[in-house]
């Protein structure tokens, strides 16, 4: 028997099980529903592009139709391999505002303020640049500089300068206002996920175990105590036993095998024909970011458009990543960022942009074959909220995803200020030069009213689900703070699901920290502090 069960090799699970089992006497196993992580396209930055979709690395879901995207159904990739959602991400290293944490604290999360969450960000790293007063050296997650630069995107930063944003070398202090290139998960031309980083090393263990190809169907309960996780592979059902049960499945599958096991809405459970061990909201509060993308046609400027379309344009991206591991290659798929309000009386910023030099039709198209940039936008701290609920009792079938985007009007109104500032930084004297003819959502849409609706036309994930097993010090919660599913014992939630609210920024840094912090606390009650 193990001392630790966990459910899910992606972010979280990688880098707890990794972290668990430096401890020799623990005995540790990590289940991954996925296959292991030798694929050259994981490895290979650009490489995102073929996992998106590919049912090797991908879940393959999809929202249900939302209301707010004028019934628009989204592709919603979830990583489905060793790594999880950090083998097949955007890379970007970030790690929210310190006014997130202060705000969880604030909500009853005692021990998960800035103050406190700090030094695990910098446990985790291993900075380009070594240690510094915001930054780790000699962790496992290596953390660099990109390896290309784009002067429209040079010039993208000036104009937003010009607007007001600051240059900023560094969004990872707890401020992240600013304009400049992201940092990313890399080392040296290849990606670093949390496999590669945290778990591959930790791998050579004799006390941790890694099973692959194994779908966890749902959590084995004796009495209220989890037990256990029933697996199905290879047309067969198998029961693991462990001293405690960690699921780190993610914000869509952590609820959905919470609900399979009887943890959940009770009305949800009863119609799914579930008895019901604890009512509790598992599945309700998802949040993500929802990304506006808004694009312009430019004259005179070297953009990916016209180079990847080309041959003799991919054999030189080619040679150039082969010989030198640099160009678009070693691309994350966004490479300029910034951070902003939307209005005065936002505290600190609440939009985000992704500037690409490149457009196209919708995401998983292929590129325009036209000159053009992008410049995505989205809101930081959504007031909508969704939820993730199984639509059938079969483990097997994927739970029903309804984020209600854009499902308030203060959502809507930011949507609106979003993209007029948008407007505003493309409009500015360092962008003149290539003639920017907006395209996406287009000069059409004016009033508030009009670019609240563009927003739905536009608006696609930027893949950030969170809060679907929220923390909390209150009965409505799903984990306490110590991030233990309430009304049960012998069961955690360690993933993205625990967020009370999202971080004003991507996910995937704020998860790995939630890890971190999950393995000291489990490590001080396994020692009896
Ligand atoms: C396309 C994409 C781009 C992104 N870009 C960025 C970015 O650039 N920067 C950033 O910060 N964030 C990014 N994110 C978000 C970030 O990667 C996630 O927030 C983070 O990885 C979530 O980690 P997690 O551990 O909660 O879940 P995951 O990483 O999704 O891990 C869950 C794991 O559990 C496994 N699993 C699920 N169900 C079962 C089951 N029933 N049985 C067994 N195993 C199961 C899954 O296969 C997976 O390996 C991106 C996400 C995506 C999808």
Not at 73 to 88: A, D, E, K, N, T
Not at 491 to 504: G, K
């Given at each position: ?8 090799a992606?972010?979280?699970g990688?880098?707890l099980a990794a972290?668990?089992?430096e401890?020799p006497?623990?005995r ?6 996925g296959?292991?992580d ?6 290979i930055?650009?490489?995102y592009?073929?996992?998106i979709?590919?049912?090797?690395t991908d879940w393959m879901?999809?929202t249900a139709?939302d209301?707010g995207l004028?019934?628009?159904?989204l ?5 489905r391999?060793l790594?999880?959602c ?5 890379m970007l290293y970030?790690?929210g505002?310190?006014?997130?944490y202060?705000g969880?604290r604030q909500m009853?999360?005692?021990g998960?303020g800035w103050d406190d969450?700090?030094?695990l960000?910098?446990?985790s790293e291993?900075?380009f640049?070594?240690p510094?007063e ?8 290596r953390?660099e500089r990109?390896?290309?630069?784009w002067d429209?995107l040079?010039d993208?930063?000036?104009a ?10 560094d969004?990872?202090?707890g ?12 080392k040296?031309?290849?990606r ?8 591959r ?8 175990t ?8 749902r959590v084995?309960?004796?009495?209220t105590?989890?037990?256990g996780l029933e697996?199905?592979a290879d047309?067969?059902?198998?029961v693991?036993r462990g001293?405690?049960i960690v699921?780190s499945a993610g914000a ?8 399979l096991?009887g943890?959940?809405p009770?009305?949800l ?5 579930i ?6 909201p ?11 993308r808004?694009s ?6 070297r953009?990916?458009n016209?180079?990847?379309?080309r041959?003799?344009?991919k ?8 010989l ?8 994350a798929p966004?490479q300029?960022?910034a951070f902003?309000?939307?209005s005065p009386d ?6 985000e942009?992704h500037?690409?030099?490149l457009?196209l039709?919708?995401?998983?198209q292929?590129l ?7 410049a995505s936008v989205c809101h ?6 969704g939820h993730?609920?199984?639509?059938s009792?079969?483990p097997?079938r994927p739970?029903v995803i ?10 809507r109104?930011t ?7 948008t ?7 360092p962008?003149?030069k290539?003639?920017p003819?907006e395209f996406k ?13 563009a ?5 696609s ?5 969170v809060?679907?097993a929220r923390?909390?010090?209150d009965?409505?919660a799903?984990?306490d703070p110590?991030?233990r ?5 012998g069961?955690?939630v360690v993933d993205?699901?625990i967020?009370?609210?999202i971080t004003?920024?991507n996910?995937?840094?704020?998860t790995i920290m939630?890890?971190e ?5 489990m490590?001080e ?5």
């Amino acid at each position: 028997m193990h001392d630790v069960v966990i459910a899910g090799a992606g972010s979280a699970g990688c880098v707890l099980a990794a972290r668990l089992s430096e401890d020799p006497r623990l005995r540790v196993l990590l289940i991954e529903a996925g296959d292991s992580d030798r694929y050259p396209w994981i490895h290979i930055p650009i490489g995102y592009l073929y996992c998106i979709g590919n049912p090797r690395t991908d879940w393959m879901y999809k929202t249900a139709p939302d209301p707010g995207l004028h019934g628009r159904q989204l592709i919603y990739p979830r990583g489905r391999v060793l790594g999880g959602c950090s083998s097949i991400n955007g890379m970007l290293y970030l790690r929210g505002q310190a006014a997130d944490y202060d705000g969880w604290r604030q909500m009853g999360c005692t021990g998960w303020g800035w103050d406190d969450v700090k030094p695990l960000f910098l446990k985790s790293e291993d900075y380009f640049e070594g240690p510094s007063e915001h930054h780790g050296a000699g962790g496992p997650w290596r953390i660099e500089r990109q390896r290309l630069r784009w002067d429209i995107l040079d010039d993208w930063a000036k104009a937003a300068n010009e607007v007001g944003i600051p240059a900023t070398d560094d969004f990872n202090t707890g401020d992240n206002e600013g304009v400049g290139y992201f940092k990313v998960s890399q080392k040296s031309g290849f990606r670093v996920s949390a496999a590669r980083a945290f778990l591959r090393p930790a791998m050579r263990r004799p006390n941790l175990t890694v099973l692959t190809g194994r779908h966890v169907r749902r959590v084995v309960f004796e009495g209220t105590r989890a037990v256990g996780l029933e697996l199905y592979a290879d047309g067969r059902a198998e029961v693991v036993r462990g001293g405690q049960i960690v699921l780190s499945a993610g914000a869509i599958n952590t609820p959905q095998i919470l609900q399979l096991s009887g943890i959940g809405p009770g009305a949800l459970l009863q119609e799914m024909g579930i008895p019901v061990l604890r009512d509790a909201p598992v599945g309700e509060n998802l949040q993500d970011h929802l990304q506006l993308r808004c694009s312009w046609k430019v004259s005179e400027a070297r953009t990916l458009n016209q180079l990847a379309r080309r041959w003799w344009g991919k054999g030189m991206i080619g040679a150039e990543y082969l010989l030198r591991r640099t160009g678009p290659m070693s691309m994350a798929p966004s490479q300029l960022g910034a951070f902003a309000r939307s209005s005065p009386d936002v505290a600190t910023p609440d939009l985000e942009w992704h500037v690409q030099p490149l457009s196209l039709e919708a995401f998983g198209q292929p590129l325009h074959d036209f000159a053009a940039i992008t410049a995505s936008v989205c809101h930081l701290r959504p007031e909508s909220r969704g939820h993730v609920r199984i639509g059938s009792p079969d483990p097997m079938r994927p739970p029903v995803i309804s984020p209600h985007y854009l499902s308030t009007p203060g959502d809507r109104l930011t949507a609106a200020r979003a993209i007029r500032l948008t407007r505003r930084i493309m409009a500015q004297q360092p962008l003149a030069k290539y003639r920017p003819e907006e395209f996406k959502p287009g000069p059409e849409y004016q009033s508030d009213e009009e670019l609240a609706h563009a927003a739905g036309v536009v608006g696609s994930t930027i893949f950030h689900p969170v809060g679907t097993a929220r923390m909390g010090a209150d009965e409505g919660a799903v984990v306490d703070p110590r991030l233990r599913v309430r009304g049960v014992e012998g069961l955690r939630v360690v993933d993205a699901s625990i967020m009370p609210v999202i971080t004003s920024g991507n996910t995937n840094a704020p998860t790995i920290m939630i890890a971190e912090k999950a393995a000291v606390m489990m490590a001080e009650e396994m020692r009896g502090i």
